[in-house]
């Protein structure tokens, strides 16, 4: 079979001739149809993700949408780090897998699945989330972040104030279900809007998050009220200077939302309500459809930062 290889970690991936792969105990070989190239794909080519095992040749990949020996359509995910989704054939657990609705788009699913679940799972599995909470997304203006305005408003929240850098987008975020968007430089800004918000859904993280940590903390009109940070990505830097005045004097808890908080089986009972709520347009994600014989361009040509979500193809 073909797949896309790793060979080299910090150097795109060629489509070339590899081993078909060997199924586990309960797994399948499943078709590959579609698989997301998020940037949780790139930080595993390139060696940086914090499960990478650091092994090489990989194929890349966390997820997709296949054809199961059934003959169903499924997505689903990759228990692997080095025999991902980006190839002709994959091994994969159909416990880790969900049908695809009657008339859902394969490409869409793909696109949509990796980005969704991080706000999804971390609402509900992270936090008690309530309805009627009321939330502030930073880093709003990606893919996963444009998702967590749709995913938060789909599970109950009564308002949204979403933040980021690329102005285009953040003020298409009112069409997707944003209350108030305010530019991610305009720290004092986010802090007035979102002063009572109940919870953050972070993807920045670095210097931005810590400098809207205090200057919201500061602006809430009841310090004591209970503020769940959800730190989820780490554009802006993977560190951040957080006074513990911030932590001592208010009722801040920050939390980590991704894999290795939350056990495979949680993730696995939210696939359902999370691949209907793309199938149906609850919640849309941008995409764009690519061969997989592509890769190597679509690697170095493709940077995985704005809302857009590349999918590679059979």
Known sequence: MHAAVVITFGHAPTWQEFAEPTPADGEVVVE??????HPRVRSQADGSHYTSEGALPLIPGVDGVGRFPDGSLRYFAVGSDTRGSMAE?????????VALPDGA?????????????????????RITFESGSRVLVLGATGAS??????????????????????????????????????????????????ADVDVVIDYVWGQPAADVMRALVTARSDRGRRLDWVAIGSTAGQEAR?????????????????????????????????????????????????????????????????????????
């Open 32 to 37: 590959v149809v579609a698989a997301g190239l």
């Open 89 to 97: 054939r994959v091994a994969v657990d159909p416990r880790a897998s």
């Open 105 to 125: 788009d394969p490409v869409a699913i793909a696109a949509g699945a990796n980005p969704v679940m991080s706000s999804w799972v971390a609402l509900r599995r």
């Open 145 to 194: 972040g444009t998702a967590a305005v749709q995913v938060a408003k789909h599970l109950g929240a009564s308002r949204v104030v979403a933040s980021g850098r690329d102005a285009g987008r953040l003020a298409a975020l009112r069409g997707l279900g944003a209350d108030v968007v305010v530019p991610l430089d305009d720290v004092e800004g986010v802090a007035a809007a979102a």
């Open 242 to 314: 957080i006074p513990s005045a911030a932590l001592r004097a208010s009722g801040l808890t920050i939390v980590g939302s991704g894999q290795g908080s939350v056990g495979r089986a949680a993730f696995v009972a939210e696939l359902p309500g999370i691949v209907a709520a793309i199938a149906d347009g609850t919640v849309r994600i941008e995409a764009t459809g690519m061969r997989f014989a592509e890769v190597e361009s679509v690697w170095a040509g493709q940077g995985g930062t704005g809302a857009g979500r590349v999918v590679l193809q059979a």
